[in-house]
């Protein structure tokens, strides 16, 4: 058997054992359920997305999407019951985009993937220059994974070249720098919970690790969930303080509690409404819908939340 052939039974065999594990979840938090509603397909122009990325939300009616594949970024507009495309923004600065953020006035944080760096773009869609927080000669330069804000439009990084998470003030000052543990060395997300707590989210272990407003280093939260979950990479906060983590492999929505308990999972592998292929990113709207980063079929699932 070669090598790729090895893989992808490695793969399938761990899919099977996360579809095994997921009803038993379920049956325990039968109340608690992501409902499929009619997903985004295609831009203002009727062309199709390809293979997007990540999706953010400014916590109101926008949503902006990393339609990774053909190197743009497309916004969205929650009207009622209906989802307006806006014009599509193209910048030769960010043509391959796998992390985005929204602030509260609409303006967008987007990771170029080829370049590790962040740019900055207006809320009428130009190129507004690069985040450039001001490195420590002893750490060096930074590699940003990812990026998220908190209730004050603050923006924090995940610096995997220098295992910390920081956090940027005016003039992208650095403000405060949170050390990743050592040891563990995939963490692939971040998010804010409202009280100012920062997790971040390693993939390989599966695992969560939070820092609360003012720890200067990560401590693990709760046990790894191995059993649960197969490659965790993106997650989001809703309303009610509940966490939505995308497994990746696993193609499926883990939930977990404001208690941080795993309370279901939801999804699995398809490609019919409410069904997904590795899902990369997620976020919240103001009225509750949670988009999805369908990345594999090639669109953003759209559900709400019922209990």
Known sequence: MSGRSKLRSRILTCLAAVALAAPGLVQAAATLRIVAQPGIYFDKEGNGLTRPEDVACDGKALVVVADTGTGRLLRYVIDGDRIEAQPEIALPQVSYTIRLAVTSAGE??????????????????????????????ATGPSIIRAIALDGADRPYLLDIANARVLVLGAGDRIERTIALPAGAHSFSDLAVRGDGAVLALETVERRLYVAKKDDTEFAPSGEPMKADLYFPTAMAFDAAGRLFIADEYGSGIAILGPDGTLRTRQSGMGWKEGRLRYPSGLCFSGSGLLFVADRENDRIAVFSVAE
Do not use: C, H, N, Q
């Open 108 to 137: 967008i944080y987007a990771l170029d993937g080829k370049t590790r760096r962040v740019a900055r773009v207006s809320a009428t869609g130009e190129f507004a220059g690069w985040v450039a927080p001001t490195d420590d000669p």
